[in-house]
């Protein structure tokens, strides 16, 4: 159920994703937003604040695909046992088709990882992304993730239509 779900949410958000442009990515729907900024070292960063403003700025699709990139990146590397990257190692890479390219790759690997999960794994508890002392399992990150990226790419959706519309 989970990989099904998993590729009906994918199925959905290429709708957005595929059509993206730079334009889109770097569209500021607000006056106050949340996007992201090439740094002089050649890297983008996103906007962030520790303690989350009110109201919360408005994020750009540019930032919205870095933040896919740093959760599902997060969530990789969580269902491979290894350690988690910092906020601050994950980088934006500076246009619509490589943020693209960049999920699509997150995708075959999240792929990689349902499909070698067995009933034992998906009860197998899981610290990602609450605190293990949550008692939540594997399966519930691999819910999680169907639904983090269901929400994000609905944000884009409308961000893309709100930029249309607005000529």
Known sequence: MLRWQFDLTWSLSQLHFDALTDDDARWEPATSVWTVHPHPDGTWRPDWADTEPDPIPVPTIGWLTWHIDWWWSSALEHAHGNPLP??????????????????????????????????????????????????????????????????????????????????
């Open 86 to 167: 910092d906020r601050t190692e994950v980088f934006w890479p500076g246009d619509a088709a490589s943020a693209v390219a960049r999920l699509s790759a997150m995708r075959t690997a999240w792929l990689g990882v349902l499909d070698e999960l067995g009933d034992a794994e998906l009860d197998a508890p899981s610290a990602y992304p609450w605190p293990a002392e949550a008692g939540l399992t594997v399966a519930h990150l691999a819910a999680w993730v169907n639904a983090e990226l269901m929400k994000n790419a609905a944000e884009i959706g409308q961000l893309r239509m709100l930029r249309a519309v607005a000529g």
